[in-house]
């Protein structure tokens, strides 16, 4: 089955530095890459839809220049947290697909706390 | 636009009952695809189940029905004989057919406690 690793599973970062997020699809080949965040108790919440070799379409309220997503290859995703602050820990979590009728896969999710 | 209402926050069943968590759906599109996810509190996103909007009949997954009512725009997740193991979060979502951009866009959830 398709399988998605996302890296690193838990991250610790201090306020101001910026933290980076892999997402790779082991056995397929990725067409879009989602990300997503998700609050405690709350609502998975689309950030971003990337597309290989295209950038990425932002949900709207979503900051570009802090949420930097790159979707350098079929296999790869990457989202950077720039200038991290406190109000940005989160479940991050991204969702892979090979095209519209091919459903989604999701990562095991990265839990970001910045101190 | 596409939106996804789940208005139970939490649910409770006794083991080996079978439960039915709610969802409706508000969309213009007459294509559009919808699932059912697991969440546990590791927070992985576990598939469960999809419903085409052309789907004649309703899908069905081992003890996972979806209950597809097209004209109320209802897909309700029937759960038949509960395990513990069924306890956890679970998410509704909907994606759009035939749309470069197919995003999947989830409901608030409905956590569920299966008793002993």
């Known amino acids: 089955g398709a399988v998605v690793s996302q890296h690193p599973s838990r991250v610790i970062c201090k306020s101001g530095t910026s933290v980076k997020i892999e997402c790779r699809s082991l056995?397929?080949?990725?067409?879009?890459m989602f990300w997503y965040r998700q609050f405690p108790k709350q609502s998975l919440m689309l950030m971003a839809t990337?597309?290989?070799?295209?950038?990425?379409?932002?949900e709207q309220g979503v900051e570009k220049d802090k949420f930097l997503i790159n979707h350098a290859s079929l296999t790869l995703s990457t989202l950077t947290v720039t200038s991290a602050h406190p109000e940005d820990s989160s479940f991050y979590i991204c969702?892979?697909?090979?095209?519209?009728?091919?459903?989604?896969?999701f990562g095991s999710g990265t839990r970001l706390t910045v101190v | 636009a596409q939106k996804i209402t789940q208005t139970q926050p939490g649910m409770f069943v006794q083991e080996k009952e079978a439960v039915t968590l709610d969802c409706t759906y508000d969309?213009?599109?007459?294509?559009?695809?919808l699932f059912w996810y697991k969440q546990p509190s590791s927070g992985e996103m576990i598939f469960l189940i999809y419903?085409?909007?052309?789907?004649?009949q309703n899908a069905t997954e081992g003890r996972y029905s979806l209950n597809f009512q097209k004209a109320r725009k209802s897909a309700n997740l029937v759960i038949s004989a509960s395990q513990l193991g069924d306890s956890a979060m679970y998410f509704c979502?909907?994606?759009?057919?035939?749309?470069?951009?197919?995003?999947?866009?989830f409901g608030s959830g409905t956590r569920l406690l299966v008793r002993p």
């Open positions: 969702s892979a697909s090979k095209g519209p009728n091919y459903g989604y896969t």
């Open positions: 969309t213009s599109d007459p294509s559009y695809g």
């Open positions: 056995d397929f080949q990725a067409t879009t």
């Open positions: 990337s597309n290989e070799g295209s950038k990425a379409t932002y």
């Open positions: 979502a909907m994606s759009k057919g035939g749309d470069s951009s197919y995003k999947l866009i």
């Open positions: 419903q085409g909007s052309y789907d004649q």
